[in-house]
């Protein structure tokens, strides 16, 4: 996650960012808690670092077909339990 998807998680009447400016759909400015912001984005570490060392799908698929799902379910336990949820 990065900063101006926490941002429009956080703030749903954001339409529009420009570095750390955020505006509502009439042009307005929307006052952004910069550490809420930071703090989401630590939570959802877990999810890109998971996502960065999932094997491909090719990869998984060979996995599964050669291996089977057990062995296929090992390979993806390892990356969960190495970057657990908060």
Known sequence: M???QAILEL???VVTIRGTMAYDKDGNTVRLDMSACEELI??????SNR???YPSLAEQLDTLYHGGFDEWKASIK???DKYPKP
């Open 78 to 80: 390892a990356v969960k």
């Open 11 to 13: 703030y749903p009447t």
């Open 42 to 47: 630590a939570a959802r570490e877990y999810q």
């Open 51 to 53: 996502a960065a060392e």
């Open 2 to 4: 990065n900063l101006h």
